[in-house]
């Protein structure tokens, strides 16, 4: 029988836990989101995401034993998430994963939360195939990689500044909506009328693949102050910032598609839930006669599926050591751990 891989999932403001096996798939998975607690500060404060992780963590193993009836001694490996993230929140994770580690005498295995997010899509059925290019998009990245294996992934852009989920939640916030602010834009942008106004696209014509979404929100924060404050003319910019958001991300992937001549695509990231994004980048892939890999929905956001089955990946790569010093990587560039294979 393959072996059985815990995932711990604690980088920000959702605790995650699953248990997935080669053989089997997904066994099981459950999250806690914060959601509600940071959206009375109008944005994650990062000691109360710490604090709520401890208070979570230790319940929601149980929950997936009780589901799944695997006994802890049957766990081979335990993944967690090391970096990116908050540092104390990352710390509750790396410890509990460590300490669980050293009681069962099995490999802790440190995996970059955006490699989570980026293999997320091998999860689905269909699953892409190797080579790839991958568009990540998240709260706080923006990047485009190609992706040739597990751990061989190449940049091919990134953002210089903001990033599209920021675009989205600091366009949300000048519009007055709660947090999460992406979610609730695309929700206002729905019963907006297009093509009202016209934001910048900042970088579309560079020439090369990397992104910016500062000049973005300079411009929604101009539009906002000379506008009318009524519920249609919110819309139509939430509409206007949508469009603007989409038509860079879906044209620097198309220009990532014919800079390495491949011909699959994976979205992966929070952003990648988005339904506009979804349909844009769908078609634009289409008309070339590629074809466009997702997440299901719940795995867009942080969890710790896409832990527990990137830790069941590199386990299978390597036999995990029994190392449990630990420490944690707060900023953590991806490229970099095509080092540790």
């Not at 190797?130 to 091919?156: E, N």
Request: charged share 15%; hydrophobic share 40%; with cysteine.
């Amino acid at each position: 029988m393959s072996p059985i891989t815990r995932g711990i999932e604690s980088s920000c403001d959702e605790t995650g836990i699953a248990l997935y096996q080669a053989e089997r798939g997904l066994l099981a998975h459950a999250l806690h989101t914060q959601v509600a607690m940071h959206s009375e500060y109008g944005g994650v404060v990062p000691e109360l995401a710490s604090r709520d992780h401890v208070r979570r963590v230790i319940p929601l193993i149980r929950q997936v034993v009780r589901e799944t009836g695997v006994s802890m001694a049957q766990i081979n490996a335990i993944a967690y998430t090391q970096g990116p993230g908050l540092g104390g929140a990352l710390l509750v994770g790396a410890s509990v994963a460590n300490a669980l580690a050293y009681a069962l005498d099995i490999p802790a295995i440190g995996i970059h939360h955006l490699e989570g997010h980026l293999l997320s899509p091998l999860l689905s059925d269909p699953a892409p195939e190797f080579p790839f290019v991958a568009l990540l998009v998240s709260g706080g990245h923006t990047q485009l990689m190609r992706v040739d294996g597990v751990g061989q992934y190449t940049l091919l852009g990134e953002t210089l500044d903001d990033a599209a989920g920021e675009a989205f939640d600091k366009s949300a916030k000048l519009l007055g909506l709660g947090y999460p602010g992406g979610p609730a834009l695309a929700q206002l942008s729905a019963s907006g009328h297009p093509g009202q106004y016209k934001l910048p696209r900042p970088m579309l014509h560079s020439g090369n693949l990397d992104f910016s979404f500062s000049g973005l929100k300079t411009a929604v924060l101009t539009l906002v102050k000379q506008s009318d404050d009524n519920e249609q003319t919110r819309a139509n910019i939430a509409c206007a910032v949508q469009e603007a958001i989409v038509d860079v991300l879906a044209s620097k992937a198309r220009a990532a598609l014919t800079h390495t001549g491949l011909s699959r695509l994976v979205v992966a990231g929070g952003v990648g839930a988005n339904q506009s994004l979804r349909y844009r980048l769908s078609e634009d892939v289409g008309k070339r006669g590629g074809a466009v890999f997702y997440p299901d929905l719940q795995f867009c956001t942080d969890n710790g599926a896409m832990i527990a089955f990137a830790g069941a990946l590199r386990l299978a790569q390597q036999p995990g050591k029994k190392d449990y010093r630990f420490n944690v990587k707060p900023r953590w560039n991806l490229a970099e751990i095509t080092e540790t294979l």
